[in-house]
T-cell receptor, first 114, second 112 residues
């Protein structure tokens, strides 16, 4: 079992839809949870990060973390064609012996159709 | 807006040749990371530097890969000799706080 599982999709929605993206994980040491957006042939762009459990909202984006279920979500409201990209979840246990590596999911490819 | 710079953006090489990638992190970021991303997968850490010191290189194939950050600023990742399976995107990231890592545009390597 991989440490982080993410459905690769693809996911196709109409413009204006609410999008829900999810990841599950197995390592209970993870404390920091990130969502990155990656356009084709570009580097990942940090969208949001959350520490421990709870919700965080930034504009049309809401990140949720449920540590008891080892489950994280990203919601996109009023989705736009410009949101079409691959969304990667990433997690970190913080500094463990100095390493702060992020463990990524495979990414979910999202297409928002006009 | 400060960004992580990488060069080259694209590299095509033949197997058994040597290749090198360069990264310049965001100014003031002491931590620098090299990740490899195979098509359809998430990035995987190859090496992490804190200033000029290696913190984590447990996933770096040391028989052919090397990385350095001599003055604690920019960094070079080298592969010698390149193999077909090394074809991937090589991403550099930097951070001030470890959980907020900012990525560069990547170098797409194709090994023929």
């Amino acid at each position: 079992q991989k440490e982080v599982e993410q459905d690769p999709g693809p996911l196709s929605v109409p413009e204006g839809a609410i999008v829900s993206l999810n990841c599950t994980y197995s390592n209970s040491a993870f404390q920091y949870f990130m969502w990155y957006r990656q356009y084709s042939r570009k580097g990942p762009e940090l969208l949001m990060y959350t520490y421990s459990s709870g919700n965080k909202e930034d504009g049309r984006f809401t990140a949720q973390v449920d540590k008891s279920s080892k489950y994280i979500s990203l919601f996109i409201r009023d989705s736009q064609p410009s949101d079409s990209a691959t969304y990667l979840c990433a997690m970190s246990a913080g500094t463990q012996g100095g390493s702060e590596k992020l463990v990524f999911g495979k990414g979910t490819k999202l297409t928002v159709n006009p | 807006e400060a960004e992580v710079a990488q060069s080259p953006r694209y590299k095509i090489t033949e197997k058994s040749q040597a290749v090198a990638f360069w990264c310049d992190p965001i100014s003031g970021h002491a931590t620098l990371y090299w990740y490899r991303q195979i098509l359809g997968q998430g990035p995987e850490l190859l090496v992490q530097f804190q200033d000029e010191s290696v913190v984590d290189d447990s996933q770096l194939p040391k028989d052919r890969f090397s990385a350095e950050r001599l003055k604690g600023v920019d960094s070079t990742l080298k592969i010698q000799p390149a193999e077909l399976g090394d074809s991937a995107m090589y991403l550099c990231a930097s951070s001030f706080r470890g959980y907020e890592q900012f990525f560069g545009p990547g170098t797409r390597l194709t090994v023929l």
